[in-house]
């Protein structure tokens, strides 16, 4: 493991330890008495950088410190060997803390401010999840200790989730039932300031869509061959035209897999990776099911057969509201990141390399907004885990303003201190928050009803195929 330690100060951290109680203050020591041992571990997550369903490394570091620090560990869960439970008390609550630790490909980066890989064409984590799977699980275990010493009572629970760049991961284990007796859940996720987030997120659905033809000479006799890529050119003509006429809110991508393999074959085979988003999953199933006619119809006009198959669809987040207020409350107990002039400068680099203005890190904690009704953005498979259990998250600076996001500069951050300072600071706002959670059944109470209130006449339905995960679609 590398080995890295700094002094982690957090501006007016004096006045704000006044206002915390006794158990609130002994997670924040926690986290800086073990600070060496958690950058270490986020490091070597960093360095390997392994993608959806190959994060065997990953998910047995973070597994290992768990059972290590006295947790009950069961792997393998779901289907998917790199997913797994961590849990330590009895009895209610049941908190849950959610980590994550896959990498994205292809955007492997040293910890420097200028573009360089740090393995040619392999990984990097350009979300910051190395971070977010080493702070979830230290905020468990400073949750744990105040258990062990008779201060908490409960049952606190860590969930290793792998796959959320791709597969969405999470999704398999919402359909095994591996949150159904969870009372309250705690996520955060990395970006470039500080947040209660009550902000959701775009539903979105993955599919693949294939074109199977007849292959010829593409000179000799192409008149005896049927183009795959003739239907899938068509096909991805119609999707850029039906743009003109999706609500403002859709998002429509594709990547073509394989639109043939030399230029004088008419190819008789095709695949195109297609996603569809809206701010709502009710939004994301009518575009769907006109996508998947237009895959029909492409296939009629260049005489092709043709295959649709779901990989898998997530909701929105479902916002809490209650808990975002609980979490804001820590989020000022706690105060600012401060930085260094060498941590500012590292991160004008970045902003500077990335075309951005140059004003380096953000380091206030935002007032709770107001929840949109219609968010931008990103998608994750927590918006699946929402809509079963209350939840609760956070956002932490670790990478300065307009930072773009799966990036080679996300990834340069995670590995240094801006990183590791935002990954300390959430395990003390994760740990803070499950306290006041455990000290208070009448606030675990209200943060439920408003879940059942928001979650109205929704049935979940968990948008993957029957089976298991495909694993093996990302070796």
């Known amino acids: 493991m590398k080995k890295v330690l700094f002094l982690f100060f957090i501006s007016a951290t004096m006045a704000s330890a006044q206002q915390m109680d006794r158990n609130k203050r002994q997670v924040v020591s926690f986290i800086e008495d073990n600070q060496k041992e958690l950058i270490a571990i986020s490091d070597e997550i960093w360095s390997l950088a392994e993608t959806a369903f190959n994060e065997q ?4 570091i973070l597994a290992d410190y768990a059972e290590k620090n006295g947790f009950k560990v069961e792997r393998g869960l779901a289907g998917m060997p790199t997913a797994f439970t961590a849990t330590f008390g009895s009895g209610k609550p ?18 420097q401010p200028t573009k360089e890989a740090l393995v040619e064409g392999a990984a990097g984590h350009g979300c910051g999840h190395n971070l977010f799977g080493t702070a979830s699980l230290a905020a468990a275990i400073a949750v744990k200790n105040l258990m062990e010493e008779g201060k908490l009572n409960g049952t606190v629970r860590f969930y290793g989730t792998p796959a959320e760049e791709k597969f969405f991961g999470k999704i398999w284990m919402v359909r095994d039932g591996l949150w159904d007796d969870v009372d309250v859940n705690l996520s955060w996720h990395p970006g470039a300031n500080t947040e209660a987030d009550v902000q959701s997120t775009l ?54 897999q394989d639109g043939g393999q030399v230029v004088n074959v008419v190819p008789d085979y095709a695949k195109l990776w297609v996603r569809v988003r809206d701010s709502k999953r009710s939004g994301v199933m ?3 099911k006109r996508i998947k006619e237009m895959a029909e119809g492409a296939a009629i006009m260049a005489n092709v057969d043709y295959k649709i198959s779901l990989i898998s669809g997530i909701y929105e987040v479902l916002v809490n509201r209650k808990g975002g207020e609980v979490m804001q409350n820590n989020l ?20 500077l390399a990335t075309e951005k203005p140059q004003v380096g890190m953000d ?9 949109k009704e219609n968010p931008g953005g990103g998608s994750t498979d927590v918006g699946d885990v929402s809509w079963n259990v209350a939840n609760i998250n956070l956002r932490v600076t670790t990478a300065p303003i307009d930072t773009p996001w799966h990036s080679w500069a996300v990834v340069a951050c995670g590995g240094m201190s801006i990183g590791h300072k935002g990954m300390l600071y959430a395990a003390k706002a994760l740990g803070m928050t499950a306290v006041d959670l455990f000290q208070s059944e009448s606030l675990v109470a209200a943060i439920k009803q408003e879940f059942i209130e928001r979650k109205g006449e929704e049935v979940y339905t968990p948008n993957i195929p029957d089976g298991p995960p495909p694993i093996e679609s990302n070796k």
């Open 57 to 60: 490394g990953s998910s047995k």
């Open 94 to 111: 049941v908190i849950g803390i959610l980590g994550e630790f896959d990498a994205l490909p292809g955007i492997s980066q040293k910890a």
């Open 203 to 256: 539903a979105l659905v993955d599919f693949k869509v294939e074109f199977f033809g007849q292959a010829a000479h593409a000179s000799h006799d192409p008149w005896n061959g049927r183009s795959a890529s003739d239907a899938l050119e068509l096909y991805t003509t119609g999707i850029n035209y039906y743009r003109e006429h999706i609500k403002p809110t859709v998002r429509v991508h594709y990547h073509i």
């Open 286 to 288: 009518p575009v769907y």
């Open 332 to 351: 000022e107990l706690l105060g600012e990141i401060s930085y260094t002039e060498e941590e500012e400068a590292f991160g004008k680099k970045i902003q």
């Open 363 to 371: 380091s206030k904690v935002l007032p709770l907004r107001e929840t």
